[in-house]
């Protein structure tokens, strides 16, 4: 058994087309279990019923952003050691030092491609064939 067979993400993007070109990137990979979110408060609610190893968030998005979201994994006891990629248009200094000291595990810029998500998220998961 493959890491791909087990490995759960979630997608966390208030843009459906963001989240669909990530969710198909991820797809090409032979990511087989991928769950979705619009927003921040929509991924926070369904992580909680159904954890999942890795969130791929957005980081600007309406009512709670990536850092938000990010925050709130972390001081979670149950979701705490969940795998967190942030995705974002404006991949400056200041935006890496914050999710740093948040405790991310990766940031990409936007747009990305499928090898930079991949070997993102190899660095968190390990390989994944």
Known sequence: ?????????????????????????????????????????????????????LAISDLYMPDIDGFQLLRAIRAHPKLGKTGFII????????????AVKLGVNNVIAKPFTPDVLKKSIESVVGRLN
């Open 1 to 53: 058994m493959s890491v791909l067979d087990v490995l759960r993400i979630m997608v966390v993007d208030d843009h459906i087309s963001s989240r669909m070109v990530t969710v198909e990137a991820l797809q090409q990979m032979g990511v087989k279990h991928i769950s979705v979110a619009k927003d921040g408060r929509e991924a926070f609610t369904k992580l909680n019923a159904e954890p999942v190893h």
């Open 87 to 98: 995705l974002t248009g404006r991949k400056d200094a200041t935006v890496v030092q914050n």
